[in-house]
């Protein structure tokens, strides 16, 4: 088992920074996204028989615990996520209408996702586009062309301030049968 030392030594010591400050710098709206418990439990259908999985694999649920609502306080007023204009419905939408398929990704039949990153500034202009995860073939470029016309966004705010913030936004690309 690897210990911290010799992750350290592999000259991965600003992945961990960068996650160590993540938590510390986290606003409270995006902490709260991942709170809902999941549990995977096997399909029971005739088209496959049951198999038993072992106990230690799958927890068992015999009730959902009880989300009580959180009081609104002075930190959740001054901290808002950015908002597309119309909202994440409207995003798609924008994106759907402008998407040009590439004709070399048509002939190829080249389909997925192409996740792309990009800033928003302290007005909620985008800038600074760049592809995290490409697909080539056009589509990485056709996914930069599409972001780029976007408008500018209501900006992020934390503690009460307009924020610089990071986004990633995934583009999917799906040729029809």
């Known amino acids: 088992m690897p210990t911290i030392y010799q992750f350290l030594k592999q000259g991965c010591q600003w992945q961990l920074v960068s996650v160590l400050l993540a938590l510390v710098t986290t606003p409270a709206w995006a902490q709260r996204?991942?709170?809902?418990?999941i549990a995977l439990l096997?399909?029971?259908d005739s088209?496959?028989?049951a198999r038993a999985w072992p106990r230690s694999?799958?927890?068992?649920l015999t009730s959902l615990p009880e989300l009580a609502p959180e009081p609104i306080g002075t930190d959740s007023l001054q901290q808002r996520p950015p908002e597309f204009p119309g909202g994440e419905a409207a995003l798609f939408h924008f994106i759907r209408e402008r998407l040009r398929y590439p004709a070399l990704a048509a002939?190829?039949?080249v389909e997925g996702k192409v996740i792309v990153s990009f800033w928003l500034d302290e007005r909620g202009r985008?800038?600074?586009?760049g592809?995290?995860?490409g697909l080539g073939a056009g589509l990485d470029e056709e996914a930069?062309?599409?972001l780029r016309e976007m408008p500018d966004w209501a900006p992020a705010l934390i503690k009460g301030q307009p924020a610089l913030l990071q986004l990633r936004i995934p583009v999917i690309f799906r040729l029809s049968n």
């Open 33 to 37: 996204r991942s709170a809902v418990p």
């Open 42 to 44: 096997p399909a029971n």
């Open 47 to 49: 088209s496959s028989p």
């Open 57 to 60: 694999t799958v927890p068992e």
């Open 107 to 109: 002939r190829n039949r």
């Open 126 to 129: 985008p800038y600074g586009f």
């Open 131 to 133: 592809v995290l995860k």
């Open 144 to 146: 930069l062309r599409i």
